[in-house]
């Protein structure tokens, strides 16, 4: 784990507990990471998208380092294009997403590391959920093999919404939810790669929106 990224992650997990009373539940499955990683490829943490603040947020409780995308124009100026690598973001292209972005991720599975995606592609207008995913995230599950592991943030909508200018002091909430493989729709060659690869995104956002806020309390 590099200098710059141990700042961000323990600068983020701060700002989240003092500023959005920042909790995670359900964090004991982050346990079977050691287990997850090492029997198999690395882990794809797959999150529903409220506001800017998820990765940061989300990435501050793994107990490893994880790679997530960023918006390519972000990469454009000085800070941005010293900082975000060092932050391990992958810049990608929300308007037509590149292959090589992808393959990239594909890469980083296949060699134990882990990532933090999105399958809805944009953050949410109001905070609720799209019933299907992006199609590449189906893609790079059926060409990684990785474990899927779905995660729900509650409470960033309000905190910091999609076009809003300040941040508000609103409670957000991580949820973790168990570990999904899709061995068998991978192997399944009686229905066509298309799809194969909707389905899995399609049951990865399935998977999400079953998670639920289960208590008050927090950590």
Known sequence: MGLWYRIGSFGSLCFGKLRFKLR???????????????EDRGLLFAANHVSFLDPPMIGSLMPRPIYYFARKTLFDSKIGGFLL?????IPVNQEKPELSSMKRVIQLLKAKDSVLIFPEGERSEDGTMRKTGEQGVGMIVAKAGATVVPVR???AEKAFPRGAKKM???PISVVFGEPIRFDEIIANR?????TRYQTISNDIMAAIARIELQDSRGE
């Open 153 to 155: 943030i509650f409470g």
């Open 85 to 89: 690598p060092r932050l391990n973001a």
């Open 190 to 194: 009686e229905i066509d790669t298309k």
């Open 24 to 38: 995670a539940q359900n964090r004991e499955i982050l346990e079977q990471f050691p287990r997850l990683v090492s």
């Open 168 to 170: 508000k002091n609103h």
